[in-house]
């Protein structure tokens, strides 16, 4: 148990389908991250939120938008997605306190594996 | 560039042996944080060690221990007596150190990670 929850565990879509994966940390963290992990490719930041701000967003294409309601929240809306889009989302939490340096020790949920098909 | 390398993609042991993981990185940065988490079949990334740039002494903790030199640039992570549990795949990482709203962030640069099996 590493206090970051995700759900669904397991989710099928088509590429006209609307889903979403939703992240719940219990760490009291103020920072969240989704990565992206496919096969044979290291793991990809994808959108890190600290003090429920965006702070990055690497480069990832529109159909994959973002929420954090809260520091505890994160979702990954999906919409039209590609069959490439298939991987593993894992989501993560970290301190990110406001004046202490934070050294990236990242807390990882147990993923959402997406297939698209 | 940031860059994490890992060079043994899948690496095969007999219960007991001593097995070492590689990780050799690149940065600009003169305060950064390496990392090693462990992938377990069930897919959650868990934490193992965090070694920050000025410090260069050696861990260890119970089977495992870790190996920094920075002057190869390299952080290899070494399981003595491996167990069938540690079968998994093991990721290397590299911090940098940046700054913004709200207090800084530690993004982290992933290797494409090592698999090991562990046979009885």
């Known amino acids: 148990e590493t206090g970051v929850t995700q759900t669904p565990r397991h989710l099928v879509m088509g590429m006209t389908n609307k889903k979403s994966l939703k992240c719940e940390q219990h760490l009291g963290h103020n920072a969240m991250y989704w990565y992206k992990q496919s096969a044979k490719k290291p793991l990809e930041l994808m959108f890190v939120?600290?003090?429920?701000?965006?702070?990055e967003n690497n480069s990832v294409p529109s159909r994959f938008s973002p929420e954090c309601p809260n520091s505890s929240h994160l979702f990954l809306h999906l919409h039209t997605l590609q069959p490439e889009d298939s991987a593993l989302y894992l989501c993560a939490s970290s301190l990110g306190v406001t004046g202490t340096v934070n050294t990236g020790e990242l807390f990882f949920g147990e993923g959402s594996r997406l297939t698209v098909l | 560039a940031q860059k994490v390398t890992q060079a043994q993609t899948e690496i095969s042991v007999v219960e007991k042996e001593d097995v070492t993981l590689d990780c050799v990185y690149e940065t600009r940065d003169t305060t950064y944080y390496l990392f090693w988490y462990k992938q377990p079949p069930s897919g959650e990334l868990v934490f193992l060690i965090r070694?920050?740039?000025?410090d260069e002494q050696n861990e260890i903790s119970g089977r495992y221990s870790w190996n920094f030199q920075k002057s190869t640039s390299s952080f290899n992570f070494t399981i003595t007596a491996s167990q069938v549990v540690d079968s998994a795949v093991y990721f290397c990482a590299l911090s940098e150190t940046r700054w913004g709203y709200g207090g800084s962030q530690g993004n982290l640069i992933f290797g494409k990670g090592t698999k090991l099996s562990v046979k009885p």
């Open positions: 939120y600290n003090f429920k701000e965006q702070t």
């Open positions: 070694r920050n740039s000025f």
